[in-house]
């Protein structure tokens, strides 16, 4: 069977927008519980301004517990080479740079042009490698952007060359704000594709208007293994308008395994880490499967009183 990488991002993308903060020890708990259900990717947190992302405060104490757990790997987002020194600094192997395709959302997110953003990813990739760290980049509103609308797809992939002439190891392309529809998909990656090997892509995607999956769909048939999700569908970004949502973990195993991949992590245990994100946020999460998982999980406890 053929492996697909799942990388939970509940973490960051899922709690940023969370209002109350949450106690290192609760996030910490919700990582258990996925690393107990086979997740083995995680982007865990963000060297962020404390004061544009309160939720992201411990970011440094969080890395400093992250339990080492074979295979299990731990990246962390960076938007600038003062992030990158305090991830390094906390231990961090692995950083993401975040390049918005749109001017606007990059003056909202980081308060920078994107040709400043451009420069400061390339320069924090570049330097991120003379540290001996691996480095991301995330092209976030890869195909609609809540203040600018569409976006040229020609555009993202003179971004990706930029991205992977620095040095970053994969490009991410993100639909921040759950806009895009599959057929925007295939046109950007028949255009990706004969510059840059696809083992090369992961993909982002937010459930806004319920096409995560086909999107997911049409990514899998240009060749892309990996993708990020949230367990419970936990997330969206304080400074994208709409961008509710990611992609449930649980919707996207589900998904997965029945048309035939395997990702190593277990519906059933995701069950598990979909009831402390609840207990920790004050939530009632769950993606699309969830109402059909409770069922299950009826009957199974059904089965074993009878
Ligand atoms: N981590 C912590 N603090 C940082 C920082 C980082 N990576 N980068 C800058 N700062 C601090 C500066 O030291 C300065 O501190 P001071 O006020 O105590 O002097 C303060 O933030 C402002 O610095 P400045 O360079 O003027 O930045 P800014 O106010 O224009 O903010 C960012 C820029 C990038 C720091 C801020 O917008 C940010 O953190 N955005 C992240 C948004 C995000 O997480 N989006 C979602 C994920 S894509
Ligand atoms: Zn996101």
Redesign the pocket.
Known sequence: MEHVQINEVSL??GL?MHQEFIPTEAKLRLLDSLLRAGVRHFEVT????????PQ?AD?AELCAVLPSVEGAHYSV??????????ATGAGCRTVNL?L?ATETMNQK????SLGQTRSVCADTIRHAHELGLGADA?I?VAFECPYEGAVDPGHIVDLADEMFEAGAGRVIIAD?IGAANPAQVKRLFSMLLPRFDVGRFACHFHDTRALALANVWESLEAGVRRFDSSVGGLGG???SPGASGNLATEDLLQFLHSCGFETGVAVDGIVGAIDVASEITGRDLGGRIMPWLRAQRARSESEIHA
């Open positions: 960051r993308d940023q963000s060297f962020v301004s404390p004061k544009a992302v992201m970011a987002l960076v938007p600038n080479l003062k992030g990158l020194e305090r975040v918005s997110n980081i308060r920078m995330y976030a921040t970004c304080p400074f």
